[in-house]
């Protein structure tokens, strides 16, 4: 079970104490001089007070979202990226939702090789996979990639992983995600130490996971505890539009129940069912 905190509220930092943006100058030099304001999200797993700063949360969220307005949302119903500026553009949202979530980073007990989370099913947008798909077929030889093929036929005959999960009723995608989760099964993208191999390239999802709740907790599958960040949310809208705007990918998109066009997620087994040639692009 997944539990997230939503409930933020700012806090007064002395003049004269040490800034908690780790300059290592009193308040009153340093981030009160630049009007910056910190909140709070509460208490991490430590009973550590998880202090950010929300002025640089904020211009983080709006850096993104003009990146979208400028380069997406600009674009006319019938104007579409070709795939080569469409990855581009990934990579820079990927950019932008790393920092946004960096400053989090240290009150979470998540490291490398840690991997708890990476039994969760995965889903991403078509270009995603399609980064994916390329970084794998520039980096590795083909008998690893058949070893890596052969891993999601079997993940694909001992689990159920739906085509498209925005079909499914709510309790159905549920169930299913549950059931994933229960059958415990690695990415296959883990190496030998637990560390992902495609780091450079992981999903939007993957970046954007961290956890406030301890790593027992990820071990057992128990309740976790995420932030809901602006940076992140903002981020998966951009992602979204962005792959329903590549030609390539302009059948993966359907109708949303709020009439907006949104792309067509699939766990990642799905994406590379067929293997590394193209992604599963058939509806």
């Known amino acids: 079970m997944e539990k997230t905190y939503k409930k933020e509220k700012e ?10 943006c780790n ?6 030099e340093c981030c009160l001089q630049k009007k910056h304001k910190y909140f709070t999200l509460g208490k991490n797993y430590e009973g550590k007070e998880i202090i950010f700063n929300n002025t640089k949360n904020m211009d983080i969220y709006d850096n993104i979202a003009d990146y979208g307005l400028s ?8 104007e579409f990226l070709n795939l080569s500026n469409g990855l581009i553009v990934v990579k820079d949202i990927y950019t932008m939702a790393d920092k946004g979530i960096e400053q ?18 995965l889903e991403c947008t078509p270009v995603e996979a399609e980064l994916i798909r390329r970084h794998l077929k520039e980096t590795r030889t083909e008998e690893e990639l058949i070893e890596i093929k052969s ?29 994933y989760l229960k059958e415990n099964n690695p990415c296959m993208f883990l190496n030998g130490e637990g560390a992902c ?59 949303g129940k709020d009439g907006l066009e949104k792309p067509i997620k699939r766990c990642l087994v799905q994406w590379f069912k067929n293997g590394f040639e193209d992604i599963d692009r058939d509806l």
């Open 11 to 20: 806090i007064k930092i002395s003049r004269n104490e040490l800034c908690p």
């Open 23 to 28: 300059s290592g100058k009193i308040h009153k």
């Open 71 to 78: 380069n997406i949302f600009c674009l006319d119903d019938n």
């Open 104 to 121: 989090f980073s240290s009150y979470a007990p998540c490291s490398k090789g840690c991997s708890h989370c990476c039994s969760l099913y």
């Open 151 to 179: 891993y999601i036929d079997k993940i694909n005959n001992n689990v159920r992983t739906a085509d498209s999960p925005h079909n499914m009723k709510e309790e159905e995608l549920r169930n299913m995600y549950h059931k």
């Open 197 to 255: 191999s495609i780091y450079e390239v992981r999903p939007l999802r993957c970046r954007s996971f961290i956890v406030f709740s301890s790593s027992e907790e990820c071990i057992g599958h128990d309740e976790i505890v995420t932030p809901s960040l602006p940076p992140v949310y903002i981020s998966n809208l951009v992602m979204d539009a962005l792959s329903t705007k590549i030609a390539r990918f302009k059948k993966l998109s359907y109708r």
